[in-house]
């Protein structure tokens, strides 16, 4: 029993030093492409979010699981990153937008 409980704490330090994913992803809006900078950081449960032709900066609460993320209503399949965004007016989903990501590097910093 003290082993599985030690091993499960292993499993938990692990997660909570995972490093930030970075990702690029373009949304489809029905009229042309949007390109939103996604950072997914499952360690604190946080997905944050810039598009820049929007002047748009997100930051909301995440929930992972093993094949998507969640978060508002916007969803990042981790299997192939597809990337979906619903519209939900008076509880019904009036719009669903489509889009694909792809995991980029870092941006380099200076501090």
Not at 33 to 53: C, K, M, Q
Not at 95 to 100: A, E, I, K, Y
């Amino acid at each position: 029993m003290k082993l599985i409980a030690a091993l499960g704490l292993l499993g938990l330090g692990a997660m909570a030093n995972a490093a930030p994913v970075y990702l690029e992803c373009k949304m489809t809006t029905g009229t042309k492409e949007v390109l939103w900078n996604v950072t997914l950081d499952e360690s604190t449960g946080a997905v944050s979010y810039t598009i820049p032709e929007l002047g748009v900066v997100q930051k909301l609460p995440g929930v992972f699981t093993p094949d998507r993320v969640v978060f508002g209503a916007m969803e990042i399949s981790r299997v192939n990153l597809s990337f979906t965004r619903k519209t939900v007016v008076s509880g019904v989903v009036d719009r669903t937008d489509q889009g694909q990501c792809k995991v980029t590097d870092p941006p380099k910093r200076q501090f």
